[in-house]
């Protein structure tokens, strides 16, 4: 089955022609032989398929099937909205809430929880992705017995506790079609899930959805602990996950097993690195332990000056998230230290300095809108229009560039339309200058993986 685009602008050439054969890009040229099929360009750009290379699939999907906190803007709104979630459910039945900040909403725990929904097991996630709130009904319906080491029953709260919840909660997988379906019209073809969670059960899911169509995307996952690929390919493993939070950094002995355990799997190792302190003692560890082709930094949050010479000595890839900037920023300004802030999701100084950087967006603990991202990382201005490190930010080209990357190199090797590549494509509807003069997911026309069409503005 073969299929002809035409009239595209290609890396600034109007006018052409792109043949796809078998799933990849078999001709380019002014003229090519007609195709079984066919899709006029209309003289938009076509671009590689753009790449998250740092998502969490299965929480973007509980998000959109929850109750949203992320705007709550006091104490007062954030219990009128909960009572309004359990008025609109039957009692006993479960009301998931995410995006709870204690900034706005006020600390909550159990008894509190209880008091705003007395009949209705309630969980509330913090903001962060890290920490539950549960209530007493949740706690009862969750059962008794197998603790895990994250979870206060008396406050109700529940540290890195998706694994555990997930195995009590058999029969609540949320849906990802939705989710497969908003990342194609964004021109997403391929995303890296950066789940410390993801286990063979999680896994199974993703593939199942992968290859029911729900998820077209090329699926990458990450994992805390040993992961098998399938057979057929429906993901690929990525790099072994290490979690760290702030309030209990693990020791260097501890942070080097890790990574030799990855090494023992035969994987790359991705450490989550909000804080300076994260990842002075991330880098203190691949110092000892050494540093391996595709070992990453995520997020990158806080990089003081001085580690950014030993992130390009040691080779290791900043995975950034440059919509925290709009998103969070306003946030940042009040509550980081002034003299932190210049340090905070840096971007083109880690460029300028030889270390590579790679785009994503941490969904759903930001929009997985990709085009947001790369607005951010040009204008580097918060929701408010504050600036925040305007030497950090990077031309409209290396903004897109970030997203453009293999996943399996993330900062290192960007993709080309050339004659045998996979044809995962994303076609806009203006030239490429025009679109990312105003970046903005609504100028995605069409996007295709491995030359099958996932996303049609219009209809075909
Ligand atoms: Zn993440």
Partial sequence: MSLVIRNV?????????????AGRIAAIGMEVAPGAAELDGRGGALIPGLVDHHIHLLALAARAASLDLSEVRDAGDFAGRIAAACAARPAGSWVRALGWHEALSGDVDRAALDRLAPHHPLRVQHQTGALWVLNSAALDALGAGHDPPGLDRAAGRLWRGDAWLRERLPNDPPPLAPIGARLAACGITAVTDASVTTDATAADLLAEAH????????????????????????????????????????????????????????????VHCVTAA?????????????????????????VPADAIAQLRELGLVVVTQPAFVSERGDRYLAEVETADLPDLYRCA?????????????DAPYASPDPWAGIAAAVRRRTAAGASLGLGEAVG????????????????????????????????????????????????VAATLVAGRLVFSRTPV
Avoid: W
């Fill in 9 to 21: 602008e290609l890396e600034g050439c109007p006018g052409l022609h792109v043949r796809i054969e």
């Fill in 211 to 270: 290859r029911a169509g729900d998820l077209p995307q090329r699926l990458r996952l990450m994992s805390g602990g040993p992961l098998e690929a399938p057979g057929d390919g429906a993901f690929a493993v990525g790099p072994v996950k290490i979690l760290l939070d702030d309030h209990a950094l693990p020791g260097l002995d501890e942070m080097v097993a890790g990574i030799a355990g990855a090494r023992a799997q035969h994987r790359a190792v991705a």
């Fill in 278 to 302: 994260e990842l002075a003692l991330t880098l203190a560890a691949f110092h000892t332990a050494g540093a391996a082709p595709g070992d990453r930094i995520e997020h990158g949050g806080v």
């Fill in 349 to 361: 100084s880690l460029l300028n300095a030889g270390v590579p950087v790679a785009g994503s967006s």
């Fill in 396 to 443: 409209p080209d290396a903004a897109l560039g970030l997203y453009l990357d293999d996943p399996a190199a993330p900062g290192r090797r960007r993709r080309r339309i050339e004659p045998g590549v996979p044809a995962d494509l994303c076609l806009l509807d203006a030239p490429l200058a025009e679109v990312l003069a105003a970046p903005s997911a609504e100028r």
